[in-house]
């Protein structure tokens, strides 16, 4: 579900457009819708799944201005083409860019040049233009004009070192996402992972799009699990380089390792309270994993569950007043959900023979997790709670996929792929769809999306 | 594998000027001779920057086995003296022949009081990542309880569960997961004696 807010009163044209997009002819000016307008923060637009009502955006070529060094023209490409597949995946723009829009004659004339875009069917342009400041900056200024009205409706500019010319298509995709939906986009987010590209297993770090991926352990032995802090400055994990696994943040700040908890045989699957508190995680009492809570620092440790089934792999809801985990003890594993107390129990599957890794959606409203329905293979399902509605998103994919993680902004779900013995990440569109793959190098797994940066 | 110079990125939003765009305020006649206005657009300057990635060079590392047991360990395995035992699939009940093996195994560290042990349980890949760990967990606490229960003391026996994290076999069949369901006995220290 996308929802609309308008930010602005000129958004509201935008929404007209779109409301309107399925039955409009290309070439016909929208009529301003009013009730959309006096609706104001309340209008909310459902997209189907399956249903296409983008906005539809000309993005000509960026203009270069003045000489580019190698190393400039190098960055030049790096940021536009980071720029087209970040507009491309936020999935509320339908796109022409400089092979569609080669019938466009420059006029040098901005009006007679929008009448052009406008007559291809856009409702939009963007209009970027790229320099090189001094010897090793670059320098972005982007500019979406309303084609109805020619006005002008966002302007940025952002300059940075060569290295960063995606980050910087990032940021400024974020800030077109914002304005024409009023929710920020998830350009400039980041996804934890376990690699074992060095040949131990090791947390790593990935820009949403699977680019600039660094290492941020380096234990030499098996570390796993890794889970955000909900401010973004920490990432707690699994490792056993003590010798039996347990639970560590590591600051990305400072790069410090510090131990939550490690005393035990077993403590896994650590989860951060939206607070950023405490950790809610599974450990094993002698041979009984139940789900205990923790704060940061390994004080006021807690258990929550009491049954003589595995229970693990806790969840903590966005608002902090329940956990989803994973438990036996009906006899397969099943995801349960509880008050964060522990009290209050109520079972949330019930189909499939093999239920575990539960990820809620960032609202709350839902639960995503791995589920095995056809063979030993797993896939990915979401269960609506309010509803107990569960929709499988995999399929039709090939092997098996687990440890399903949300975006921010709820509209995709990042999980590990077993294909063939490898396994890698791919990123659904959360509603179903087509599956992109994120990684290629060794072997990926256990993802989980950072909230927005601050 | 070096990543030195990989970086975590922070923006930091310094430009707070407004600057007046590049395009003027102009007017344009279009073709249904409409008037249109684009207007400036007010841009902000945002400064785009890093920040230096922290090495992951001076991780702890595990330590390893004390010099001499990878050696005594490899010669009580094929002196059969110490075995490992199977399961069934997602079960930690023990077979009629693993019992039968713990009490081989219970026989020789009733013998070795010096000798301490650390019991890992192993899982195949089929199951979820942290389903099989907290199953792993339970296979290598079944031996223990059963070892314990011959005789053994229990404080010379830890547990480590590995779920499907170290496979001894990796082929994708049966055989081979029977392989990897499994509870292995390794002496990892010596017990203070005095």
């Given at each position: 579900?996308?929802?609309?807010?308008?930010?602005?009163?000129?958004?509201?044209?935008?929404l007209?457009?779109?409301?309107l997009?399925p039955?409009?002819?290309?070439?016909?000016?929208?009529?301003?819708?009013?009730a959309?307008?006096?609706?104001?923060?309340?209008?909310?637009?459902?997209?189907e799944?399956?249903?296409t009502?983008?906005?539809?955006?000309?993005?000509?070529?960026?203009?270069?201005?003045?000489?580019?060094?190698p190393?400039?023209?190098e960055?030049?490409?790096e940021?536009?083409s980071?720029?087209?597949?970040?507009?491309?995946?936020t999935?509320?723009?339908?796109?022409?860019g400089?092979?569609?829009?080669s019938?466009?004659?420059?006029?040098?004339d901005?009006?007679?040049?929008?009448?052009?875009?406008?007559?291809?069917?856009?409702e939009?342009?963007?209009l970027?233009?790229?320099?090189?400041?001094?010897?090793?900056?670059?320098?972005?200024?982007?500019r979406?004009?309303?084609?109805?009205?020619?006005?002008?409706?966002?302007g940025k500019?952002?300059?940075?070192?060569?290295?960063?010319?995606?980050?910087i298509?990032?940021?400024?995709?974020d800030?077109?996402?914002?304005?024409f939906?009023?929710?920020?986009?998830i350009?400039?987010?980041s996804i934890?992972f376990v690699?074992?590209?060095?040949?131990?297993k090791?947390?790593?770090?990935?820009d949403?799009?699977?680019?600039?991926?660094r290492?941020?352990?380096?234990?030499?032995?098996?570390?796993m699990?890794p889970?955000?802090?909900p401010?973004?400055?920490?990432?707690?994990?699994?490792?056993?380089?003590?010798?039996?696994?347990?639970?560590?943040?590591?600051?990305?700040e400072t790069g410090?390792?510090?131990?939550?908890?490690?005393?035990?045989?077993?403590?896994?699957?650590?989860?951060f309270?939206?607070?950023?508190?405490?950790?809610v995680?599974?450990?094993s009492?002698?041979?009984?994993?139940e789900?205990?809570?923790?704060?940061?620092?390994?004080?006021?440790?807690r258990?929550?569950?009491?049954?003589?089934?595995?229970?693990?792999?806790?969840?903590?809801?966005?608002?902090?007043?329940?956990i989803?985990?994973?438990s036996?003890?009906?006899?397969?594993?099943?995801?349960?959900v509880?008050?964060?107390?522990?009290?209050?129990?109520?079972?949330?599957?019930?189909?499939?023979?093999?239920?575990?890794?539960?990820?809620w959606?960032?609202?709350g409203?839902?639960?995503?997790?791995?589920?095995?329905?056809?063979?030993?293979?797993?896939?990915?399902?979401?269960?609506?709670l309010?509803?107990m509605?569960?929709?499988?998103?995999?399929?039709?994919?090939?092997?098996?996929q687990?440890?399903?993680?949300w975006?921010?902004?709820?509209?995709?779900?990042?999980?590990?792929?077993a294909v063939?013995?490898?396994?890698?990440?791919?990123?659904?569109?959360?509603?179903?769809?087509?599956?992109?793959?994120?990684?290629?190098?060794g072997?990926n797994m256990?993802?989980?999306?950072?909230?927005?940066p601050n | 594998?070096?990543?030195k110079?990989?970086?975590?990125?922070?923006?930091l939003?310094?430009?707070?000027?407004?600057?007046?765009?590049?395009?003027?305020?102009?007017?344009?006649k279009?073709?249904?001779?409409?008037?249109?206005?684009?207007t400036p657009?007010?841009v902000?300057?945002?400064?785009?920057t890093t920040?230096s990635?922290?090495?992951?060079?001076?991780?702890?590392?595990p330590?390893?086995?004390?010099?001499?047991l990878?050696?005594l360990?490899?010669?009580?395995?094929?002196?059969g003296?110490?075995?490992?035992?199977?399961?069934?699939?997602?079960?930690?009940?023990?077979?009629?022949?693993?019992?039968?093996?713990?009490?081989?195994?219970?026989e020789?560290?009733s013998?070795?009081?010096?000798?301490?042990?650390?019991?890992e349980?192993?899982?195949?890949?089929?199951?979820?990542?942290?389903?099989?760990l907290?199953?792993?967990?339970?296979?290598?606490?079944?031996?223990?309880?059963?070892?314990?229960?011959?005789?053994v003391d229990g404080?010379?026996?830890r547990?480590?569960?590995?779920g499907?994290?170290?496979?001894f076999?990796?082929?994708?069949?049966e055989?081979?997961?029977?392989?990897?369901?499994?509870?292995?006995?390794?002496v990892?220290?010596?017990?203070?004696?005095?």
């Amino acid at each position: 579900m996308i929802r609309l807010r308008p930010p602005t009163p000129l958004f509201s044209l935008f929404l007209g457009i779109l409301l309107l997009a399925p039955s409009l002819g290309s070439q016909e000016v929208p009529p301003r819708e009013p009730a959309a307008q006096e609706e104001g923060d309340d209008v909310t637009l459902v997209i189907e799944e399956g249903q296409t009502a983008r906005i539809r955006l000309a993005f000509p070529e960026p203009e270069i201005r003045g000489d580019l060094s190698p190393e400039a023209r190098e960055a030049r490409r790096e940021l536009e083409s980071a720029l087209r597949s970040d507009l491309q995946s936020t999935g509320i723009f339908q796109i022409q860019g400089p092979e569609a829009l080669s019938v466009v004659e420059p006029t040098g004339d901005r009006g007679r040049d929008f009448e052009q875009y406008r007559s291809l069917g856009n409702e939009a342009v963007l209009l970027a233009e790229i320099y090189q400041e001094g010897s090793d900056r670059i320098v972005l200024e982007g500019r979406v004009y309303d084609l109805a009205s020619g006005q002008s409706i966002l302007g940025k500019r952002y300059r940075g070192s060569f290295d960063l010319a995606r980050r910087i298509a990032h940021t400024f995709t974020d800030e077109i996402v914002l304005y024409f939906t009023g929710r920020r986009g998830i350009a400039l987010t980041s996804i934890a992972f376990v690699s074992d590209r060095s040949g131990e297993k090791e947390i790593y770090l990935m820009d949403y799009d699977g680019r600039n991926v660094r290492p941020i352990t380096g234990h030499q032995s098996i570390s796993m699990a890794p889970d955000w802090s909900p401010s973004g400055n920490a990432v707690a994990y699994v490792s056993y380089y003590g010798g039996f696994p347990g639970i560590y943040l590591v600051n990305l700040e400072t790069g410090e390792k510090e131990p939550v908890i490690t005393e035990g045989s077993l403590n896994s699957a650590p989860d951060f309270s939206g607070d950023g508190s405490h950790l809610v995680f599974s450990r094993s009492l002698a041979g009984n994993t139940e789900i205990f809570s923790v704060a940061r620092d390994g004080s006021d440790l807690r258990r929550l569950t009491r049954s003589p089934g595995i229970d693990t792999n806790p969840s903590w809801s966005p608002s902090g007043r329940q956990i989803a985990f994973t438990s036996s003890r009906a006899g397969n594993p099943h995801i349960y959900v509880m008050d964060a107390e522990g009290t209050n129990l109520q079972r949330i599957t019930f189909e499939g023979t093999y239920n575990d890794g539960a990820a809620w959606s960032p609202d709350g409203s839902k639960i995503a997790y791995a589920t095995r329905r056809r063979g030993r293979q797993f896939d990915i399902a979401v269960t609506d709670l309010a509803l107990m509605e569960t929709k499988v998103l995999t399929r039709r994919m090939a092997g098996s996929q687990e440890s399903p993680t949300w975006s921010p902004d709820g509209r995709r779900i990042a999980f590990a792929s077993a294909v063939g013995g490898r396994t890698q990440i791919r990123v659904v569109p959360a509603e179903g769809g087509e599956s992109e793959l994120l990684t290629a190098d060794g072997n990926n797994m256990a993802p989980d999306w950072s909230g927005h940066p601050n | 594998m070096s990543r030195k110079g990989m970086i975590v990125f922070a923006v930091l939003m310094l430009g707070v000027a407004l600057v007046t765009t590049a395009c003027p305020k102009k007017k344009a006649k279009q073709a249904d001779d409409m008037e249109i206005e684009s207007t400036p657009v007010e841009v902000d300057t945002e400064e785009v920057t890093t920040a230096s990635t922290p090495t992951t060079a001076e991780d702890e590392k595990p330590e390893g086995l004390p010099e001499d047991l990878p050696a005594l360990n490899e010669e009580i395995r094929q002196q059969g003296l110490i075995g490992d035992i199977f399961f069934d699939y997602d079960e930690y009940s023990l077979r009629a022949e693993a019992r039968d093996r713990l009490a081989k195994n219970a026989e020789f560290m009733s013998e070795h009081p010096e000798l301490l042990f650390t019991i890992e349980g192993h899982c195949d890949e089929r199951g979820t990542n942290e389903y099989n760990l907290a199953l792993g967990d339970r296979r290598a606490n079944a031996a223990k309880d059963y070892l314990v229960s011959l005789g053994v003391d229990g404080d010379r026996l830890r547990t480590v569960s590995y779920g499907e994290e170290r496979p001894f076999c990796e082929q994708d069949n049966e055989s081979c997961y029977q392989l990897n369901r499994r509870a292995h006995f390794v002496v990892t220290g010596r017990a203070d004696m005095g």
